[in-house]
């Protein structure tokens, strides 16, 4: 009985082999390719398994992923439709909830805003620095977050903070003329009106041969003025 046992495992063992070789063969490879998959045959066959096992998992984590997204923006479209506490205490939910995802940095954000309103300086600035620290400068929510960040410092009283964030803007599109007042207005506050003048005269610069703008023009030469005979 064992030898019968013993003759059918060598069989099958024969089969497998013959099968392989087979389907070696009539693929056309190279001599010394035929040679290194029969060496090398179960090495080949763990390789394939944790390829297969990577491309399942990571098909799996996108899928993950964008279900958590999906999920986060409907949480965030709903936390923002509702109103007082209740609305505050739905943001920190998405915030919590969707770490790490666009929803729970827009929550911060919206966090932050409703913070300045209530005139809660440190906590605006605390939401607005999570979000910061999170994103790169490619991000289009970093010269919002920015300009968020300049604007609770200069409310909280931290000028050198709120002058290094408006400096940072200056340059960017959208929030030039934001920047630039808020640099001078900053410096006003400190009683340092030569630095104040020197960004107004420097605002007055950006405008040099452009036809419109007339308005702001004369608010930056009424400010120039003012700051001359102090």
Known sequence: MSEQSAFNQKVVAEQAYSQTSGLLD???????????IRQ????????????????IAGSLYRSYRTTRFENGASSLALALEAEGDARVKSLQQVAADFSGTPSASWARIELGHQAMRDSLYAEAIKQYSQVQEKISSSNPMYYLVNYGLAQANEAAKNYEAAASAYASLKNIDGFKDQAYRGMARVFEAQGQTNKAL???EEYLGTFLGEMQNDENKAMI???ITRLRVK
């Not at 009539?26 to 290194?36: E, K, M």
């Not at 090398?40 to 491309?55: D, E, M």
């Open 198 to 200: 020197e960004v107004y």
């Open 221 to 223: 030469m009424e400010k």
């Open 26 to 36: 009539q693929l056309n490879l190279p001599p010394g390719t035929i040679r290194f």
């Open 40 to 55: 090398n045959q179960k090495a080949i066959q763990i390789t394939a398994a944790v390829i297969i096992f990577l491309v």
